[in-house]
């Protein structure tokens, strides 16, 4: 659901990936990550969990672009991380920054953690290729798309597993 915001998507028609596989010039993002705003799309699924109409969201999106429309972190996952978020890597507190991290893969970013009595490092929260999804993200999504009653995909190929396989989990439980 980016793509309307100026970053091109990864594996659509005109995806970085699909186009890269058919030897095609790559897309442009016509504006930066850090300068992306949110979309409708993105509003109205926030306008929608404020009504009670959605009770989870699971992201394969590393914009922010949730999390700046408000979409409350709690009840998000962001399976392939967040290019704005750094983690520690002994409490786990989240940090959402304005600006993009410099790498990914989990790797440290030089800064420590500021919770009281903690001081370790933070990580960035981007997964690299050979990176697994993050496991507690991953079980909570799983667990959700369980228990919720409707699926609802927007702007993803379905082609990646275990992602793929969520809308399914909630099909099954719903037939069951």
């Not at 009653?149 to 082609?159: D, F």
Request: aromatic share 6%; charged share 25%; hydrophobic share 35%.
């Amino acid at each position: 659901i980016s793509p309307s915001t100026g970053i091109p998507d990864f594996r659509g028609p005109k995806g970085i990936w699909t186009l890269q596989s058919k030897g095609e010039a790559l897309p442009k993002a016509s504006c930066q990550f850090d300068r992306a705003r949110p979309s409708y799309t993105h509003m109205a699924l926030v306008a929608l969990q404020r009504a009670g109409f959605i009770r989870y969201l699971v992201s394969c999106n590393v914009d922010c672009l949730h999390l700046r429309s408000g979409y409350p972190r709690a009840h998000m996952a962001e399976l392939h991380g967040n290019c704005f978020a750094e983690r520690c890597e002994k409490c786990e507190a989240e940090y959402i920054r304005d600006f993009e991290m410099p790498s990914v893969g989990f790797k440290s970013t030089g800064r420590r953690c500021t919770v009281a009595g903690c001081g370790h490092r933070l990580r960035d929260q981007v997964l690299d290729w050979e990176d697994a999804l993050p496991p507690k993200e991953l079980k909570r999504a799983e667990r959700e798309s369980r228990d919720a009653s409707l699926a609802l995909v927007l702007g993803s190929s379905l082609q990646i597993t275990p992602s793929c396989n969520l809308p399914d989990k909630t099909v099954r439980a719903a037939v069951g």
